[in-house]
C-alpha cells in the first residue's frame, strides 16, 4: 500500500480526487491518504508517507520523512522550500499552473483598473470630486499600447493573449531565450532595462528565486518613468523601498500590487502589507495576494496535484518538476 500524507489546508473532497486519479491514470495498487490533526499523528504520518502534499516542510521534518521521495505543492510558488536541502535528499519537488487563466485576468484587470484610473474615479466621486471628461483627465485606450511581460511563464503567456486580444504590442522577458516564443518581441533577463523602456505597462510574474530577489528596483523604475507597474509574482522580486519612492515622487505614473512583503501570521488578521505607508498614495490599487485564488482555480490545482501524485506512485515522472533555478 502506497501512503500519501497531506499536512496543508485541504478540500472536502480530496478522497474522491484520489479515485478520479487512480482510475484516469489506471492505477490499481490502494492508497493510504493521511490528513494528521495532531502533533502525534503529524510526525507518524510523516514517518510512513513515501508523498507529500504541503505548502512547506523543514528541515526538522524532513529528518523524519525517511520514506519521502515527492513533494507536491498545490499552487505555483514554491520559495518556502529549502530547495538545496531537498534535492540533497534526493527528493522530488513539483508545483502546478493551474491557476495560470486565473492569475492573468486579475492582472490584465489590474492593468485595465490603472488605465481607465477606475479606483480613483470611484474613490474620489464618493466624495463629489469628478475626474474623466469633467477634470479633464483622459484615460488610456489600451489598443495601440504596449505591455511588457517580466517572467514569460504559462501565466505571462496567457497575459500576452488577453493584452494581444485588446490591439496591445506584448513584450516578454525570459531568463534566458532557449525557447522562444514566436509571436511575441522577446528578451532575456539580462536585457531587463532595454525592455521596460519600450513599454507602457511592465507586469511581473516572476518566480522569488536567488536570481529573482529585488530585481525590480530603482534602475527599472526609473527606466520606465511616466509608465505602470503591476505585479502578481512574488513581491520580495520588488526593492520594497524603491517602490515606494518611484510612486511617492511620481517617477512612476501608477503601480497596481497583488503580492507583497509582509503578510498575517494567520487568515483573517489584520496586517498592514509593508513596512512603507503604501496605503497613503493615491496612485496605486492594492490588493490582497487574491489573484489565483478564484473559484475555478483553486479545485482545479487540487485536482492537478493529485493526479501528479498518483502519477509519482505509479512510476511515472510528475509534471512541473521544480529545479535547481527555482522554477
Known sequence: MKKVAIITQYPKNVDELFKIAKKSLEFVEEIAVLKPVTSEERRAALEE????????????????????????????????????????????????????????????SLLISLAKDLVRSDRDLRKGYWHGWMGREQNLELQGKTVCIVGFGSIGKEIGRLCKAFGMNVIGVKRTLETVPQDYEMYAQDNLLKAVTKADFVVSVLPLTKETRELINRDVFNAMSGKYFINVGRGLVVKEDDLFVALKNRVLKGAAIDTWWAYPAQPMQYAYPSKYPFWELDNIIMTSHAAGYSDNAVPRMWEDSVLNVVRYLKGEKPENLITEKGY
Request: hydrophobic share 50%; glycine share 6%.
Open 49 to 108: 508517507a513515501q508523498a507529500l502534499i504541503t505548502n512547506m516542510i523543514g528541515k526538522d521534518e524532513l529528518d523524519i520523512a525517511k520514506n519521502l521521495g515527492f513533494v507536491q505543492v498545490p499552487f505555483a510558488g514554491v520559495d518556502t522550500f529549502d530547495l538545496e536541502e531537498l534535492f540533497k535528499r534526493g527528493i522530488l519537488l513539483a508545483n502546478v499552473h493551474s491557476n495560470a487563466t486565473s492569475v492573468a485576468e486579475f492582472a490584465f
